[in-house]
């Protein structure tokens, strides 16, 4: 690792767009193409949002992110949250499921995190919350970080 961050926000959804300017100025430092740091944004958006929406739908609590650069310049991100937690991943990552009443969401996060990453790797224990983990490998024009 070369370097790292830590933030921690309460999960109200004003702190969505804080979260993912975050991230996307720390990603920065390897100067990113447009479309890589779109994309980062897009990716830890969806992220928080599943915190904000599922894992605390009912009430207000700390969202945890934690984000590195690799020497290979590879940035690894990590959501976690103390949520209502996710009992069955595999389903939870099924293009278009979701746990919205009445179809409130379109349930394609994780996959629109998965169309945008190299990897997309998912923890979860109900009742104990979720951490997702991005990797995205970058392009970096930028030597020495």
């Given at each position: 690792m070369t370097n790292s961050m830590k933030l921690q926000f309460e999960s109200r959804s004003c702190n969505e767009g804080f979260a993912r300017t975050a991230v996307a100025a720390f990603a920065a430092l390897l100067d990113p193409t447009y479309?890589?740091?779109?994309?980062?944004?897009?990716?830890?958006?969806?992220?928080?949002?599943?915190?904000?929406?599922?894992a605390y739908a009912e009430r207000l609590d700390s969202?945890?992110?934690?984000?590195q650069i690799r020497e290979e310049g590879t940035l690894v991100v990590k959501i976690r949250d103390r949520g209502c937690g996710i009992a069955d991943i595999e389903k939870a990552m099924e293009p278009l499921y979701t746990t919205s009443p009445?179809?409130?969401?379109?349930?394609?996060?994780?996959?629109?995190?998965?169309?945008?990453?190299?990897?997309?790797?998912?923890?979860?224990?109900?009742?104990?919350?979720?951490?997702?983990?991005?990797?995205?490998?970058?392009?970096?024009?930028?030597?020495?970080?």
């Amino acid at each position: 690792m070369t370097n790292s961050m830590k933030l921690q926000f309460e999960s109200r959804s004003c702190n969505e767009g804080f979260a993912r300017t975050a991230v996307a100025a720390f990603a920065a430092l390897l100067d990113p193409t447009y479309e890589e740091l779109s994309d980062i944004k897009t990716a830890v958006s969806e992220a928080v949002t599943n915190c904000i929406v599922h894992a605390y739908a009912e009430r207000l609590d700390s969202i945890y992110i934690t984000a590195q650069i690799r020497e290979e310049g590879t940035l690894v991100v990590k959501i976690r949250d103390r949520g209502c937690g996710i009992a069955d991943i595999e389903k939870a990552m099924e293009p278009l499921y979701t746990t919205s009443p009445e179809g409130e969401r379109a349930g394609l996060g994780f996959a629109v995190m998965q169309s945008l990453c190299d990897r997309v790797a998912v923890r979860s224990k109900p009742g104990q919350g979720t951490t997702v983990t991005l990797y995205k490998k970058l392009k970096s024009r930028q030597q020495g970080i």
